[in-house]
């Protein structure tokens, strides 16, 4: 479940990476225009890269944390929609192997783990399709 969950959070992180890097790139062309628009509304302008330059440094940050915990899970895949894929079917995997198992509290956390990580899956996998 450790690995599910690591793998979970590094799709989360190439998500915002990729939100990040699209933020920007709007805030770079708008800035571009508005310089072409002969120097006219410069503090927009400033504002803009500014921006642009935070959200950048957002995304570099998010992809930070996505090669941190897909380290940790020990997968190549840098790919959202990939790395989603694996989780659930790891996840899955799990709550197959917890039905020949013992009631204890030990695997009632372990379901209630699966549980959430199929939910933040879903999540996740909504915002593959705002890309």
């Given amino acids: ?4 969950e690591m793998l979970c ?8 990476q990729y939100q990040y890097d699209q933020r920007a790139l709007e ?7 508005l310089l072409e628009e002969a120097g006219e ?4 302008v400033d504002e803009l890269l500014d921006c642009a330059l935070e959200l950048e440094e957002e995304a570099r ?3 930070g944390e996505a090669e941190r915990t897909l380290g940790l899970a020990a997968s190549g895949l840098r790919d959202a929609a990939g790395v989603l894929d694996l989780a659930e ?8 192997a917890l039905k020949a198992e013992e009631p204890s509290a030990e695997v009632r956390g372990l ?14 996998r909504s915002r593959l399709t705002e890309k």
């Fill in 111 to 124: 379901k209630e783990r699966v549980r959430q990580v199929r939910i933040k899956i879903t999540s996740l």
């Fill in 9 to 16: 959070l590094g799709a989360e992180a190439l998500l915002d």
């Fill in 27 to 33: 805030l770079l062309d708008r800035a571009q225009e």
């Fill in 61 to 63: 940050a998010a992809a």
């Fill in 1 to 4: 479940m450790d690995k599910v």
């Fill in 89 to 96: 079917e790891a996840a899955m995997q799990v709550k197959a």
């Fill in 41 to 44: 509304d410069t503090a927009a």
